[in-house]
């Protein structure tokens, strides 16, 4: 069983800063690609950044500048630094993992989501 707990949203003003992180637990063997997505009221999901188990990232075009993605290996955490905050940016925040267990199973998990909201 394979465990995604995000945690770092909250309410801040336009421009202003969080940092999420997404803890991976279980049986875990290895993690690939790691990434997070957004969905804001009404919309549809959609990838805000993504990193690779090479640390390669890719952003959204409407992020890019603002918003920073990393991971550590160590501790099977990966972040979203995220700066100069607009109201466009709320939403709740999902991290996505790509996870083999030592099992040798794995495939695609979801944490549960934390609510990013961006408000003056």
């Known amino acids: 069983q394979v465990q995604l707990v995000e945690s770092g949203g909250g309410l801040v003003q336009p421009g202003g800063s969080l940092r999420l992180s997404c803890a991976a637990s279980?049986?875990?063997?290895?993690?690939?690609?790691m990434g997070w997505y957004r969905q804001a009221p009404g919309k549809q999901r959609e990838l805000v950044a993504s990193?690779?188990?090479?640390?390669?990232?890719n952003y959204a075009d409407s992020v890019k500048g603002r918003f920073t993605i990393s991971r550590d290996n160590a501790k099977n955490t990966v972040y979203l630094q995220m700066n100069g905050l607009k109201p466009e940016d709320t939403g709740v925040y999902y991290c996505n993992g790509h996870i083999e267990m030592a099992t040798g199973t794995g495939g695609y998990y979801w944490g549960q989501g934390t609510q990013v909201t961006v408000s003056s």
């Open positions: 279980g049986n875990i063997f290895a993690i690939y690609s």
């Open positions: 990193i690779t188990g090479t640390s390669s990232t």
